[in-house]
């Protein structure tokens, strides 16, 4: 059971490069997300998808562009890198029955040089 | 206002004493809300989820709803060393499946 995999785990890049984060999940789930984990701010929500084609911002998505043309996929791209964007991303994914709980990926740890 | 808050901590507490952590939030809408422990350099993993007011325990852990005070809290009896880590609350609301987490409390349990 893989469940969710994010790739890479760990990037480092350099400011104004483009850079896309990859996350795959087996489980059929609708709901994808991509957070961000910074210390003091906790997990912030950047984009959520609720199935195939459908995507929508979330509290910080300045800087990052989603797309979901398959159930399984959810890749996150930062256009431009900047310094701000160093950072923990995690994926995540849920089913769309209310109450499930969500199952978050090992993370991918990018750090903008 | 936040919509989930937490004391940011360290909570310290010696080994085999109960900690308790606590969480409050905004919306009285919301639903559904859930306990993840998150070891450092390590993803969020469930513990524990709770729909209705009143207790829930699974093990060492019991989790405690109060939706007319907007609270929950999470017990974690026997402190172990093992259960050093952040906790995070995080809260679904009633339309869709929008996750809202609070910033997460740091435990110490001291041997």
């Known amino acids: ?113 | 206002q936040k919509e989930v808050e937490q004391n940011s901590g360290p909570l310290s507490v010696p080994e085999g004493a109960i900690a308790s952590l606590n969480c409050t939030y905004s919306d009285r809408g919301s639903q559904s809300f859930f306990w993840y422990r998150q070891y450092s350099g390590k993803s969020p993993e469930l513990i524990m989820f709770i729909y209705s007011n009143g207790d829930k325990e699974d093990g060492r852990f019991t989790a405690q709803l109060n939706k007319a005070s907007q609270y929950v809290s999470l017990l974690i009896r026997d402190s172990q060393p093992s259960d050093s880590a952040t906790y995070l609350c995080a809260v679904n609301r009633a339309y869709g499946q929008n996750f809202v987490f609070g910033p997460g409390t740091r435990l110490s349990v001291l041997p």
């Open chain 1, 1 to 113: 059971d893989a469940g969710i995999t994010q790739s890479p785990r760990y990037k480092i890049t350099e400011t104004g490069r483009q850079v896309t984060l990859m996350c795959h999940q087996t489980w059929s789930h609708s709901y994808m997300f991509w957070y961000r984990q910074d210390l003091g701010h906790g997990l912030r929500l950047i984009y959520y998808s609720a199935a195939a084609d459908i995507t929508d911002k979330g509290e910080v998505p300045d800087g990052y562009v989603v797309s979901r043309s398959k159930t399984e996929n959810f890749p996150l791209t930062l256009e431009s890198a900047t310094r701000s964007q160093t950072s923990v991303y995690f994926c995540a994914s849920t089913p769309a029955t209310p109450g499930n709980t969500i199952y978050f990926g090992e993370g991918s740890w990018l750090t903008v040089v």
